[in-house]
T-cell receptor, first 116, second 111 residues
Framework: GAVVSQHPSWVICKSGTSVKIECRSL??????MFWYRQFPKQSLMLMAT?????????EQGVEKDKFLINHASLTLSTLTVTSAHPEDSSFYIC????????????FGNGTRLTVT | DAKTTQPTSMDCAEGRAANLPCNHS???????VYWYRQIHSQGPQYIIH???NNETNEMASLIITEDRKSSTLILPHATLRDTAVYYC????????????FGAGTRLTVKP
C-alpha cells in the first residue's frame, strides 16, 4: 500500500533555532500534502495544505512565516519551524494524497518536536 | 470545524464486535466518509471509506445509513491492539483542502 515517510521521528532543539521536517511519499506522486500538529490528548489540528509547485494555504491562526512549507516536488514536502520556542513543542504529522479522486489520505508516523 | 460528531469514548470486550458510530448530518451527495485510527504517538492509519454503499475490507466494515447522515464502523472481533482513537471524516474528493479531524472516539478493548 501507499507509504508516507516522515523524518525525523523525533528532534530536540534549543529555543531560537530552526527545525526542518521532511515528508515523502514513497510509492506515489502526491499532488497535495497536509501538515498537522497534535498536542497531548487532543485531535489533529490542520496547519496548512500544500500543493506541488504552489504556495501553501495556511489555516487561520497559523503563522506562515514561522511554519515554512515547501512542496517542491510530487514526492517531497518540508515543514520548517523557524525560531522555535518551547510552546512549539508538539507532535507534527504530515499526510499525502495521490490525486483528486477518492484515494484515502496516507499519513507519516509523525515527528515529536521538543524545544528546550 | 469538523463535520462529524462521535462519542468521546467507548469500551469493548476482547473478541466481541466493536461498533463505532459517527454522525455527519450535513454531508453532501458527493462527500465520502473515511475512517482512520490513531494509536498513541503514531500517525493515523487508514481503515476504510465509502460513499453510500456498505463497504468491507480485511480490517473492518462500514455501514452507511440510507440517508447518509450517519455511519458505523464495525470491527468484527476486537483485539487489544485495536485500542486507539478512531476518527470519522467526510471529504469532497475534489476539495483536497477539507481534511479536518474531529475529536474522535477513544476505543478501549478490554480483556
Amino acid at each position: 500500500g501507499a507509504v508516507v515517510s516522515q523524518h525525523p521521528s523525533w528532534v530536540i532543539c534549543k529555543s531560537g533555532t530552526s527545525v526542518k521536517i521532511e515528508c515523502r511519499s514513497l510509492d506515489f506522486q502526491a499532488t497535495t500534502m497536509f501538515w498537522y500538529r497534535q498536542f497531548p490528548k487532543q485531535s489533529l489540528m490542520l496547519m496548512a495544505t500544500s500543493n506541488e509547485g504552489s504556495k501553501a494555504t495556511y489555516e487561520q491562526g497559523v503563522e506562515k512565516d514561522k511554519f515554512l512549507i515547501n512542496h517542491a516536488s510530487l514526492t517531497l514536502s518540508t515543514l520548517t519551524v523557524t525560531s522555535a520556542h518551547p510552546e512549539d513543542s508538539s507532535f507534527y504529522i504530515c499526510s499525502a494524497i495521490r490525486t483528486t479522486d477518492n484515494s484515502p489520505l496516507h499519513f507519516g508516523n509523525g515527528t515529536r518536536l521538543t524545544v528546550t | 470545524d469538523a463535520k462529524t460528531t462521535q462519542p468521546t469514548s467507548m469500551d469493548c470486550a476482547e473478541g466481541r464486535a466493536a461498533n463505532l458510530p459517527c454522525n455527519h448530518s450535513t454531508i453532501s451527495g458527493n462527500e465520502y466518509v473515511y475512517w482512520y485510527r490513531q494509536i498513541h504517538s503514531q500517525g493515523p492509519q487508514y481503515i476504510i471509506h465509502g460513499l453510500k454503499n456498505n463497504e468491507t475490507n480485511e480490517m473492518a466494515s462500514l455501514i452507511i445509513t440510507e440517508d447518509r447522515k450517519s455511519s458505523t464502523l464495525i470491527l468484527p472481533h476486537a483485539t487489544l491492539r485495536d485500542t486507539a482513537v478512531y476518527y470519522c471524516i467526510v471529504r469532497l474528493t475534489y476539495n483536497n483542502n477539507d481534511m479536518r479531524f474531529g475529536a474522535g472516539t477513544r476505543l478501549t478493548v478490554k480483556p
